[in-house]
Structures are given as structure tokens and as C-alpha cells.
């Protein structure tokens, strides 16, 4: 099916609307405030950390391995004593939870001094994001309303990579289907986060794209030489023994530690019940099955569903699948917010608005020992899920009764024949 006009949405739904983008925006811009708003050691009241957050892993760990000292990156003691060296002697413990790849992302960055690097790399990676929602054909102010949403505000406060990653697989998937090559080079970047792209291969076997998975394929190889020859191929192994136990150690703390203060994963709300771990992973594991099975039959080439609907529900599983996911990387739900506001008759609005919102609500309801945030982008999934199914079914159905006319036609002929 190819891409139909947006609906007319109500003019009181746009006054909703943009009361609850004025919102989003009040609250965003008021933690940016706090974040910048520091104490006599230059940390920020908010974060207690430097402003830039998770960006200094980005701009430090970045210039170690310029430096040739990328072994740094993967022992957690020699790293956190030089970022205190280069940063701050009281900053707090930190870690490098990326493959060495990302050191490739942040080697220009690291040729500026972290301030100016940090403003290139807060707007620079929202154009990014601005750019790859075209394809989305948004009216201008939606389209400003996504690229400036909740979720990205969150993001730019951590500092995080969220609005790269967002632009990465949700560009990728709405272009696979004309531009197939480009946008598998958009899946291969995507491996700096690898987690975020799970259902990429299930997207590309399911459509039967295989020139988008050879170009994903082939540029993933090309980012594996070009980490190694930069930075060392001895730093993938070593990625593999110490960062690959450090991140499952964060993931299986016991409930609550800080940093799930964002997360949105079945992983963790299982673990804030009092789930064990295994009964966490098993969750996880059935969260992930269930979203594959649903982008098989999304991604299937005689699936009518509209494209920009099965891009932004498969973006959307992708956090449902992943046990690494933050409230920075819900930048997914917030564009489906903006794309069904304006494309679906009568939208849900004020489901939509708090789906909108969660990314600042979020660490409240941790905070309350509520680790559900995974709700808001399981609901989501499952209201775009249903109407998924009834827009296949609608449009099938005529093709049907046209069968059965024919059927029926054919039937009469062979009758009179005999």
C-alpha cells in the first residue's frame, strides 16, 4: 500500500495537542536548566556529574584511543582514573559500556575542546534525527514537535546517543524498501548499539530485502576493520572478555540501583516485582520472540500495511525486545506519537499524551517503586498492533470476495460446459 494523505485532525485535538507539546517542552527545557545549574566543584545540581553526563564517556574514551591507550577503555579502574585525570579527580565512577566502534563515532569530537564537542554533538545528532524523519512526509510543525519531543530532551540532557541511534534504524527502515544499499550502511552504523537493532535482520529476512542485508552485512565488516585498524584489532577481544561481564553485572544488579531510575525493559519491570533472574530473562526472552514473530508478519512482502506504520511499530518493538533500554532511547514512541496523531481519523489523544510525556515520567514512577515504564511502549505497540491487523484484514478482504466472484464464476462455466 503506498502512502496515503493524512486525515484532517479536529482543531480542538491540535489545541490539545499543543498544550501537551508546550508541556513536554516546559519540563524538558526546566531539567536542562537544572542540569546546567552547578555546584562550586562544576557539577551539576541535577546530576551530580559534570553537565555533559554519558557524553564524557563519548569525548574521553574517544581520546584515549586517539591516544593509543584504547586498552584503557576496556578495564574499568584504569579507565575511571583517566577521565579524573582528564576531567574532574571527584567525578563519580564511570564506565565504557560500548563496543570500540563508538570510538570512531567520537574521534572528531575528541579533536575539540568537550564543550564546543558536546554542542556539535547535541545538534548535530538532532538534525541527524530531523533529516531521517522525512520519508515520514510530517506536516513542518509535527515534524519540528518530534525532533524537539520528550524523549530527545531527556536525551540531551544524559548526553546520550539516543537521537543517532533513533535516526539510524528508523531512516534506515523507511528508505529499505527504494534505497535498499544506503540503508543497509544505516544498519551496519547501527551496530555501535547493536541491542537497538535486534529486529533489523528479522526486518530484511521477512521482506526478503537481501541487497539491504548485504550492504548492512558489508558495512558492519568495514566498521570492524576500520576499529581495528585505528584503534587496534586486540580491542574487540578485549571488549568481548571485560565489557561484555561488566554490562551483564549492571543489567542483573538486584532492583533498585540508580541507573534504573530510566530503564524500559520487561527485564527490569520483572526485577522491580521481585522477579529472579531467571524469570526476568525469561520474560525478556518471551518479549522478544512475541516482537519477531509480529515484524515477520509486518515485514512480509503481501503485508498491505501501510510502510511509515510498520517502521515506526517495528522501531517501537525494538525497545520491547531489547534488555538495554532507556527513557533517551524511546525516541521511537514519540515519533509514532506524532505520526498517528496527524494520520489516524479520531486519534486517542490523551493516550497519546501520556505516551508523549513518559520519557520525563519515567524515573517518577521508579522513584515510587514503580518499574513499569515498559508499559508505555508495550501499550503502544499493541493499540498500533491491533490497527495493523484490521487495515490488513480491510484491505484483504476485497481482494477475496474478488477470488470468490471468480471462483464462483468458474464453477457456473464448468456447469453449463457439462
Not at 144 to 164: D, E, K, M, R, Y
Not at 190 to 215: D, Q
Not at 392 to 412: F, G, L, N, V
Request: aromatic share 12%.
Amino acid at each position: 500500500m503506498t502512502d496515503r494523505p493524512a486525515p484532517i485532525t479536529s482543531g480542538t485535538d491540535w489545541v490539545y495537542a499543543a498544550i501537551v507539546v508546550a508541556a513536554g517542552l516546559f519540563f524538558g527545557l526546566t531539567n536542562q536548566y537544572h542540569l546546567w545549574t552547578l555546584d562550586e566543584n562544576g557539577f551539576s545540581v541535577l546530576s551530580e556529574r559534570l553537565p555533559y553526563w554519558d557524553f564524557t564517556n563519548l569525548w574521553a574514551g574517544s581520546k584515549m584511543a586517539l591516544d593509543g591507550n584504547a586498552a584503557a577503555l576496556f578495564d574499568a579502574e584504569t579507565y575511571r582514573a583517566a577521565l579524573r585525570a582528564m576531567l574532574s579527580p571527584l567525578l563519580p565512577d564511570q564506565e565504557w559500556s560500548y563496543p570500540p566502534s563508538m570510538a570512531l563515532v567520537g574521534a572528531p569530537l575528541a579533536q575539540l575542546p568537550i564543550f564546543p564537542a558536546y554542542l556539535v554533538w547535541t545538534f548535530g545528532t538532532i538534525a541527524c534525527l530531523y533529516f531521517a524523519l522525512k520519508p515520514l512526509r510530517l506536516p513542518f510543525v509535527v515534524h519540528i514537535a518530534a525532533a524537539v519531543s520528550p524523549a530527545v530532551l531527556v536525551n540531551t540532557v544524559f548526553g546520550q546517543n539516543g537521537a543517532l541511534t533513533g535516526a539510524l534504524l528508523i531512516g534506515g527502515l523507511l528508505i529499505v524498501q527504494k534505497r535498499p544499499i544506503l540503508a543497509g550502511v544505516l544498519f551496519g552504523l547501527l551496530t555501535i548499539k547493536p541491542h537497538l537493532g535486534i529486529l533489523v535482520p528479522v526486518c530484511l529476512i521477512a521482506s526478503h530485502n537481501w541487497r539491504a542485508f548485504g550492504s548492512a552485512s558489508v558495512t558492519s565488516v568495514l566498521v570492524f576493520l576500520a576499529t581495528g585498524l585505528a584503534f587496534g584489532f586486540d580491542t574487540w577481544p578485549m571488549f568481548l572478555a571485560n565489557t561484555g561481564p561488566l554490562m551483564t553485572a549492571i543489567l542483573e544488579a538486584p532492583y533498585p540501583q540508580p541507573y534504573h531510575a530510566n530503564a524500559i525493559t520487561v527485564f527490569i519491570g520483572a526485577r522491580s516485582i521481585g522477579a529472579s533472574l531467571s524469570v526476568a530473562y525469561a520474560a525478556q526472552m518471551a518479549a522478544a520472540f512475541t516482537a519477531a514473530l509480529f515484524v515477520i508478519w509486518l515485514w512480509r512482502p503481501s503485508n498491505p500495511v501501510d510502510h511509515r506504520m510498520r517502521v515506526l511499530l517495528t522501531a517501537t518493538l525494538a525497545i520491547v525486545a531489547t534488555p538495554y533500554g532507556y527513557s533517551y532511547d524511546a525516541i521511537p514512541l514519540c515519533v509514532a506519537v506524532a505520526f498517528l496523531f496527524v494520520t489516524v481519523p479520531k486519534p486517542p489523544v490523551t493516550f497519546l499524551a501520556f505516551v508523549w510525556l513518559s520519557p520525563l515520567a519515567i524515573h517518577l514512577l521508579h522513584q515510587q517503586g514503580i518499574g513499569f515504564g515498559i508499559l508505555f511502549p508495550i501499550s503502544l505497540c499493541v493499540w498500533m498492533g491491533i490497527r495493523c491487523l484490521r487495515e490488513a484484514r480491510s484491505a484483504q478482504s476485497p481482494a477475496a470476495a474478488d477470488e470468490a466472484t471468480r471462483s464462483e464464476r468458474s464453477q457456473i462455466v464448468a456447469a453449463e460446459l457439462r
